[in-house]
């Protein structure tokens, strides 16, 4: 699939559709969901404290706006389906579905609803006077070469301005070296590299350097006297209790290992086929095809999450749809839909096996623990600046200092209203509106569309 086209083959359609209806189901069971920010929340719902509405009102309230502002947007300005648009609406509905058999059905049907009517919209955009999703493929150079910056907000944020500023010059040396030498690769991809090991570097030194400090202590304590534990270390019954809700969790979760497999295979198998990316820059990327680079970035951004879906899913019993989405540039590479599916698979089966040793291991890696929170943090940051970027060269394109005006003025109203669209999402969703906007000011004859 190249350049914008939504045009799926009857194979691609039919995986969307399943994969959907399956996810939906899962989301019913409250055994996983694609939304972070609603896992936390299925505890009591598993446990009975609280009620499939309430918490069908919440997964809603938290991917409405990603959904519209940002998956709609980027599936039709790249021409690749993303999590956003497929994943967030089948938590909602699968939450919504007060019957078992009735939450695939409604999967099913929003992943049909996707793969046959994008196309049509698609379509419909590219004969307008003014061609909004054209115009929003200026956002892509901005995401690509900022979000390779975030290694950099991270270690700076975590060791200081002067690690940081290591940092930045050395992925400012590989960017310009990687263009000078390898033309044919995305230019942010060794400095992506470089800046990730770096980070994580810096980061079990600074663990393994305080392991040594708390033995040395521990040694230097009178014969027969106790180390002082952590901080709140006395609460025996609390830590007991914690120890206990993981341990259920991963139990929760092992049991159903071979719905997990099939998940698994499902997100391998799509993502193989190049029509699914799992990231902003990872939509950019597979849509010119370059697959490999998007394995790549993708494998990074799995470091700022697995933590936060490890921690969440021990603490909820409830997984990640995609799970710690090393599943995705797995996909990315394998040769055929056999072997992503096999491969998909054993990838979600040793997450779910493994869960309880991570969470054990990230307890005792609390700068590695920091580091993954740190990378989170700037890969929001980078992307909010790239995609606000991106958006008002969109804007320009389409519209010159008009579309501008309007594009930043819609995200400035957001702001100034407390963000009823969520700020990542926000831009996006201005330029299509900006879009729909100055195509009836041509209709009313009051704006002639920028051309070229």
């Known amino acids: 699939m190249s350049g914008t086209a939504l045009d799926f083959s009857l194979t691609q359609q039919l995986t969307v559709t399943a994969l959907c209806a399956l996810s ?43 959904v519209f502002g940002l998956g709609a947007p980027m599936a039709l300005s790249t021409g690749v389906l993303n999590p956003w648009l497929l994943f967030l609406p089948t938590d909602v509905l699968g939450l919504l579905a007060p019957r078992k058999w009735l939450a695939p059905v409604l999967g099913g049907a929003w992943g049909a609803v996707v793969v046959l009517g994008l196309d049509g919209a698609n379509g419909l955009a590219h004969e307008l006077p003014v061609d909004f999703l054209t115009a929003m493929r200026r956002m892509a150079t901005p995401i690509l070469f900022l979000f390779a910056l975030f290694p950099v907000l991270a270690v700076t944020r975590q060791f200081g301005r002067l690690l940081g500023g290591v940092a930045g010059v050395l992925e400012l040396a590989l960017t310009v070296l990687t263009m000078k030498l390898w033309p044919q690769m995305f230019a942010g991809s060794l400095a992506m590299a470089a800046g990730v090991l770096m980070l994580i570097g810096l980061a079990v ?8 400090a708390e033995r040395a202590k521990a040694g230097a304590l009178p014969a027969g006297a106790l180390p002082a534990g952590p901080p709140g270390d006395g609460d025996g019954d609390g830590e007991d209790l914690m120890a206990s809700l993981f341990s259920a ?127 989170r943090a700037a890969i929001t940051d980078a992307l909010q600046l790239a995609i606000l970027f991106g958006s008002l060269l ?59």
């Open 24 to 66: 939906a189901f899962i989301a019913h069971r409250a055994l996983a969901v694609f939304n972070d920010g609603v896992r936390p929340f299925l505890l009591d719902f598993i446990q009975g404290r609280t009620t499939r509405g309430a918490t069908t009102a919440v997964s809603f309230g938290l991917s409405a706006g990603f």
């Open 249 to 375: 969790s991963a139990a929760r979760l092992r049991r159903h290992l071979p719905l997990f497999m099939l998940l698994g295979a499902g997100v391998a198998v799509l993502a193989q086929s190049h029509v699914l990316g799992g990231g902003e820059a990872t939509s950019f990327l597979i849509a010119k095809g370059d697959y490999t680079e998007a394995a790549q970035v993708d494998f990074y951004r799995a470091f700022g999450f697995l933590p936060l879906i490890a921690t969440t899913a021990l603490a909820s019993g409830a997984y990640g749809i995609a799970g710690f989405t090393f599943v995705y540039p797995i996909g990315y590479l394998m040769p055929n839909p056999a072997l992503a599916a096999l491969a998909g698979a054993a990838v979600f089966a040793a997450e779910v096996l493994a869960l309880a040793a991570i969470g054990r291991l990230l307890g005792r890696l609390p700068a590695v623990r920091d580091s993954s929170e740190q990378l």
């Open 394 to 452: 969109a804007a320009e394109a389409m519209g010159g200092g008009l579309g501008i005006m309007v594009v930043g003025g819609l995200w400035l109203l957001n702001e100034a209203m407390g963000r009823p669209v969520v700020r990542m999402a926000a831009a996006p969703a201005a330029v299509i509106a900006g879009g729909v906007l100055l195509n009836l000011l041509y209709w009313l004859d009051l704006f002639t569309p920028v051309t070229g």
């Open 205 to 212: 030194t600074r663990d393994l350097r305080g392991r040594r």
